[in-house]
């Protein structure tokens, strides 16, 4: 159950970016025609302090539950591109401009009307280059930028929609993993940002957040064009979730996708140099690089095997020489197990992922693999990963500073497979070659374990 409701947080987390809040409709389009890129004239009233009291108090809950990914290099470079979009000359009250990455896999952004915007590093290692990056960030600045979350707050219609959502957070409990921990800190300090930042805005202000986020693109010279290929990037739906939806009627990603396209028209060619460059993959990887595989490892906590193939590939891809590269590829074939690398049409279609998404209310993952494990098509996977998982953690071994993490991959592989013997050997090398390992203790009981079966 704890598993079912875990699952729900995870989908839901996807929509802020995907979609809307409808009921609300009435809010964006009251605005006149304006040249501003913010809403200058806003005036904050009680109501809306109390609100910005809150997502304050947000900021240090992140920050001391861990949540925030604490990598300075990182975070200065996430700043840095989060700036370049800020309009310059622009003063807005109440407003610090803030980009941090969270560690969360699950592909999502959202910003706090004090101007802390927070990335996923799911989304992060999602996209391919600097300009993807800077599509999301520049939806998620307009939001603070045009006051959008205090402008909802002030709607009534949507206070009660909050009591709806305070129920049903009130219910769930996400347990293990990092994925979901955003949405019960959320939920605890303040249930409407909930609403508004995770669940996403109405129609009309997601539209506004993408149209606006191409100018303020362009202002910067980002290449446009990149927040249509990073909505497509999030339109792949590698983990087959289904997304259950709060409300009907959302604009769907495709619909976003139709719009910026239309809105960008003519002004996607041109292309300058300085855009060129920020269209860069590899520059962009040497960036993010240690974020995506902590990513990586926070994918494959939270049961997301698939995304995990994918990120690695990705890495491996970009630096095929790179002992850690190979060492994540390799784990995470190793903890696919059982499952095809990647979903079949017929299993992403949506009575498919519906069924799936039963299933999972119901089985945890190791039940999940010893169900597969009892179907040839399943047992086959296994073979076929597991296969791919040891040359590829022997490949790691033979390239330059080779990790001793490969040992340990090697001795989970080798013990799963009931090779004790070559299980033992490798648990030893890697605790020789990693005095100071953080799971020593773990490694050595595995060896003790294994020679009480061997003897
Ligand atoms: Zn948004």
Redo the contacts with the bound molecule.
């Keep these: 159950m704890l598993k079912h409701r875990r699952k729900i947080i995870v989908a839901t987390l996807c929509l802020?970016l995907c979609l809307g809040i409808t009921p609300i409709s009435a809010l964006a389009t009251q605005d006149p025609p304006r040249s501003s890129p913010a809403k200058i004239d806003f005036k904050f009233e009680k109501v809306d302090l109390d609100l910005f009291g809150q997502v304050n108090l947000l900021d240090k809950r992140f920050e001391r539950d861990g949540l925030v990914y604490a990598d300075e290099p990182t975070n200065a470079y996430l700043q840095r591109v989060g700036e370049s979009l800020v309009p310059r000359d622009l003063k807005l009250e109440h407003v610090v401009w803030k980009f941090r990455a969270l560690r969360d896999p699950v592909p999502n952004a959202f910003a706090l009307p004090n101007g802390s915007i927070y990335v996923n590093t799911g989304v992060m290692s999602l996209c391919d280059n600097e300009s993807q990056l800077a599509a999301i960030l520049a939806?998620e600045i307009t939001?603070v930028l045009r006051r959008h979350t205090y402008l909802q707050n002030r709607s009534n219609r949507k206070k009660i929609l909050t009591i709806n959502i305070i129920n049903a957070v009130g219910v769930w409990n996400p347990v293990g993993g990092v994925a979901g921990l955003a949405v019960g800190i959320i939920a605890a300090v303040s249930p409407f940002i909930l609403v508004s930042t995770i669940y996403?805005?109405s129609r009309d202000l997601?539209r506004e957040?993408d149209m606006k986020g191409v100018d303020l693109m362009m202002s910067a010279e980002y290449p446009p064009e990149e927040m249509v290929k990073i909505l497509k990037l999030l339109n792949n739906d590698i983990e087959g979730e289904e997304i259950k939806l709060f409300y009907n009627d959302h604009p769907q990603l495709q619909d976003r996708i139709a719009y910026v396209s239309a809105h960008l028209g003519s002004k996607a060619d041109k292309a300058t140099a300085a855009s060129e460059l920020k269209r860069e993959k590899s520059a962009y990887l040497t960036n993010i690089q240690g974020l995506m595989r902590h990513d990586i490892q926070l994918a494959i906590n939270a049961g997301r095997f698939r995304t995990a193939v994918y990120l690695s590939q990705k890495l491996t891809e970009f630096r095929p020489e790179s002992s850690e590269n190979l060492f994540w590829l390799a784990e995470s074939y190793r903890t696919l197990g059982p499952r095809a690398p990647q979903l079949t049409e017929k299993e992403l279609t949506n009575s498919a992922k519906k069924d799936a998404a039963k299933k999972r209310e119901k089985r945890t993952l190791e039940e999940e693999e010893r169900d597969l494990l009892a179907t040839e098509a399943g047992r086959q996977n296994w073979k076929t990963n597991q296969q791919k998982s040891e040359e590829l953690y022997l490949r790691s071994l033979k390239v330059e500073n080779p990790t001793p993490l490969d040992h340990r991959g090697l001795g989970m592989l080798y013990e799963k497979e009931g090779r004790t013997k070559d299980a033992i050997e490798e648990y030893q090398k890697y605790l020789e070659l990693s005095p100071d390992a953080s799971d020593r203790e773990r490694i050595q009981r595995r060896i003790q374990l294994l020679k009480g079966l061997a003897s």
């Design positions: 802020c939806h939001h996403g805005y997601e957040a």
